[in-house]
Each structure stands twice: as C-alpha cells, then as structure tokens.
C-alpha cells in the first residue's frame, strides 16, 4: 500500500507504518515476489497466557507475546517490552524492524521481539519477578543462544534480563548466559551495553551534523524520552559539547536555551524519581518540544509521534530516531519536503543490538572486552552503516529510511534465495 493512501488507524498503527515502507523499499527494489511474500510476515507469532501469583494472594493472567520475523541472518533477536498497551501488531513490526536493523548493521541477526500487556508501575518487584518467570518458562523451547536472543526494550530492565536468564539455566540445568542480552555486567553482560544505544545515536548524529556542515557547541538538541536510550543520548551528548535545550518526558518536559546539565538532571532523576520540579531548566509542554526550534530532534521514547499532524510544523534540521518507529510513513513525505535530514530508526538506535551482539559473542567466547574496545567496535560499525546508508541513499536517489530498508531487504532476500527454500 503507498503511503498517501493509509487512512488515519493505518496511520497510527506500527505494522502498517513497517509494511507501507517495506513495500515501497520492496518495490524499489523490483524484488522477488516469492522473497517479497516470505519477508513480508514475521515467520513465527507465539501468544501465552501467563498465571501469575499476585502479592495480595490473588492469581492475575497477562497475555504475553513473542514474535520471530526472521532467522535468515541468524538466530532471532529483540528485545521485551511491558505495557498496558502493547498489541500483537505493535510487537509484528518491532519483530520486522530487528530483522532490518540488523542487516543495515550487518550483525548475523534474524529480527524478533516480545512483550507483555500489563502495567510494570503498579506491580511490585516479586510480582515482576513470577510475571518475568513464567514468561520466559513458556518461551523455553522457542528462545536460546541459537534461537532467540531476548534483550531489554520499555519497561524492562538489566534486572529482567538476569531473571530471564536465570529461569533459562534451570530448565537447561548449567548457566546459558548468551540465551539474554543487557545483562548486569556480573552475570556475563557487556561493559558499555547500558549506554550503548544513546552512545549510537550521538555517533549517528556526529556524522550527521558533520554532513551539513555543523558544530557540536551550537547545534541545539530536544530529546523526547529520559529513559535508557533518551537519556544517555543527552548526557553523551551533553558531555561532547552539543547544547540539550529541551527534554520532553510523557508528564512533562523541560526547556532552557542555554542548555540543560544533563549530569544534574540525572542527579535529581535519581533523587525524585523524575525530571519534574529540576531546578535547572523552565517547565514546558512536551507536545510542543516535538516542534520546538532546534537542530536536531531525537524521539526516543515511543512509536507514531511525528504524525501528519505535526510533521509540517518541525523546525528541526535533522531527525534522529532513537525510539523505533516514532514517525509515521505520512509523516516521511511531508518531512522529505521539508527536506528535514531524518537518520531513520533501523540505524540511529542499532547501537544496541550491535552492542548486544558483542555480549553475546563474549559470552560464548567466555572472554569480556574492555570498555573502550566496545565502544571502538560500536563506533567502527555505526559509522560505516551511516555511511552506506547515505551513499545508498545518493546513489538510487531515495531517501535515508528508504535506503535503510533497500539495503536491509536486499541482505535478507539474498540470504533466503542462497538458502534456498526448504521442502
Ligand atoms: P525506557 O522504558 O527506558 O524509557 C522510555 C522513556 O520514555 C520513559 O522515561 C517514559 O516515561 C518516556 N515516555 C513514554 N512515552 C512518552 C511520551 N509519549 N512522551 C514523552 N516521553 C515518553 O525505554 P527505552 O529502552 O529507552 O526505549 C525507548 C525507545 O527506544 C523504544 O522505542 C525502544 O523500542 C527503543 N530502543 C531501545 C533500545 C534499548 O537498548 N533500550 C534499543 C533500540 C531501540
């Protein structure tokens, strides 16, 4: 379907906003219509009804999901998010998105992801913990170091990790470290994971800036989210030199021309719980942080934010998606008029699987790495993907999430066509 033709549910919905790029990326690519069909849909959707023991006594089931789009490149690999809102085709097109994230990398991923519908802030720890359990229990025959590699997404954390892993050990009776990523750095985890996807997003956007002909100390930057991703995206960026004017968080955002300290706001983030009530930056409305007069704009909390409905109002230069899907395919066209720099998902935020990976491969090699060679390799890989990207993007005249997928599918489709189709 083309993306002008979506109506305003399709608009909003992630599967819609993966499938009208993919098919357009497909198209472009003049692809196979056997390879296009088998790519098109994830190859396997796993829904389970988990029972779980309330503290209050009280047995409360969630309905969990895991979706593998594909093992083509590798074993799958995604992270597991907890929401109240999660859907089966919200987690289809982070599954798809893996797949491609991982080509454009050019890690030997498939794409998967999981997620459970439920509401992690009134939940306590132990309930956490049962609902984490029985999850990953039920999950047991589909994920391992060779299958499936969950990692952390919204709403879970290293702690999620180390229960995850742990409830695979004991069903498999020895320690299987590599079955889970974003580990705590004792249980087998990487040194520079937890940083890893906001240090990504500043390497992109150092290249990005570097296209345009920009400085760090003035280029002006709003992040939309403080969580993982946002908020080491600001203070690595912070502490480079670019100026974090704005920070935008679901229950408010802040604002200060002259730059946030990022350090503090971490301290006070720590000491409240929040960012609400910093004392170093004005109160603002977040909505209108999206839209504020910056350089460059990184959403890095959730899907469909840049819409039709605000994408002609960003100021932005440069458009960094930290978070997966923020923008709406109607929102690329009217930014690619705008003629708005946007470095698209599947390569602004892979510095985390791409940092997942070296957990992995360390923890099957049983040798860990020093933090500064991660983040060399992180760096080397980034910066080569940007520039693939870019140059795709020159060369078949489309733009850079286009070029993204094309070359993404390309890998992919190459792979399932050498394999060939098992009968
Ligand atoms: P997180 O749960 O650590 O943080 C998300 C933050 O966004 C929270 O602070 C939350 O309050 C805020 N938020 C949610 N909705 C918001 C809204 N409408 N407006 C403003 N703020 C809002 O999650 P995360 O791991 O940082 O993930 C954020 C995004 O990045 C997701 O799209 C995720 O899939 C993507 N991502 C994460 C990783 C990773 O390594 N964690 C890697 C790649 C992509």
Same mark, same amino acid.
């Given at each position: ?35 296009? +069909? ?13 029972? &779980? ?5 009280? #047995? ?19 992270? !597991? ?11 289809? @097109? ?9 080509? *454009?990398?050019? $890690? ?7 997620? /459970? #519908? ?30 499936? &590699?969950?990692?952390?997404? &919204? ?6 990790? @180390? ?45 990005? $800036? ?24 600001? +203070? ?5 030199? %670019? +100026? ?30 929040? #960012? ?29 934010? /840049? ?23 109607? @929102? ?6 705008? +003629?708005?720099?946007? =470095? ?12 997942? %990976? ?22 080397? #890989?980034? =910066?080569?993907?940007?520039?693939? !990207? &870019? ?6 005249? *489309? ?23 098992? @009968?």
């Amino acid at each position: 379907m083309s993306t002008s033709t979506l109506t305003l549910e399709q608009e909003f919905n992630p599967w819609e906003a993966q499938a009208a790029r993919f098919d357009l990326a497909a198209q472009k690519l003049n692809l196979d219509e056997g390879i296009w +069909k088998i790519m098109r849909y994830p190859s396997r959707e796993i829904i389970v009804h988990i029972p &779980v023991l309330m503290d209050s006594g009280k #047995i409360e089931v969630f309905t969990g999901f895991r979706v593998q789009h594909s093992i083509a490149r590798g074993p799958a690999k995604g992270g !597991v998010r907890y929401a109240p809102d999660v859907t089966l085709d919200e987690v289809r @097109a982070l599954a798809s998105w893996m797949t491609w994230k991982c080509a *454009v990398v050019n $890690i030997p991923f498939g794409g998967a992801k999981g997620g /459970i #519908i439920c509401d992690p802030k009134k939940m306590s720890q132990t309930e956490l913990e049962r609902m984490t359990r029985r999850y990953t229990a039920e999950l047991v025959e589909f994920i391992g170091p060779e299958k499936d &590699v969950p990692a952390p997404d &919204v709403n879970t954390n290293e702690q999620t990790m @180390a229960w995850m892993m742990d409830t695979y050990s004991m069903h498999m009776r020895q320690t299987v470290t590599s079955v889970v990523t974003g580990k705590p750095l004792a249980l087998g985890g990487s040194r520079g994971r937890r940083e890893a996807t906001g240090r990504g997003v500043m390497i992109v956007c150092d290249e990005a $800036i570097r296209k345009l002909g920009l400085q760090r100390s003035s280029t002006r930057v709003v992040v939309q989210g403080f969580g993982n991703v946002g908020s080491y995206a600001a +203070k690595l960026m912070c502490e480079a030199g %670019y +100026k974090i004017i704005g920070i935008a968080e679901i229950d408010g955002g802040l604002y200060n021309t002259n730059g946030i300290d990022i350090n503090a706001l971490f301290a006070h983030k720590e000491r409240n719980r929040g #960012i609400q009530g910093f004392s170093g930056a004005e109160p603002h409305d977040p909505k209108e942080l999206l839209v504020a007069d910056c350089e460059i704009l990184i959403p890095a909390a959730t899907e469909a934010v /840049i819409t039709s409905r605000n994408a002609e109002r960003v100021k932005a230069r440069i458009l960094c998606e930290g978070a997966n899907g923020p923008t709406t395919a109607a @929102a690329d066209e009217i930014l690619a008029d705008k +003629k708005v720099f946007v =470095v698209p998902d599947i390569l602004a935020n892979a510095g985390g699987v791409t940092t997942s %990976y070296f957990e992995w491969v360390q923890d099957r090699q049983g040798f860990f790495w020093r933090e500064d060679v991660v983040n060399e390799q992180l760096k080397d #890989i980034m =910066v080569g993907s940007f520039a693939e !990207v &870019v140059h795709y993007a020159e060369t078949h005249q *489309v733009n850079n999430r286009i070029a993204a997928y094309m070359l993404a599918i390309d890998r992919v489709g190459r792979t399932i066509k050498t394999r060939g189709i098992y @009968a």
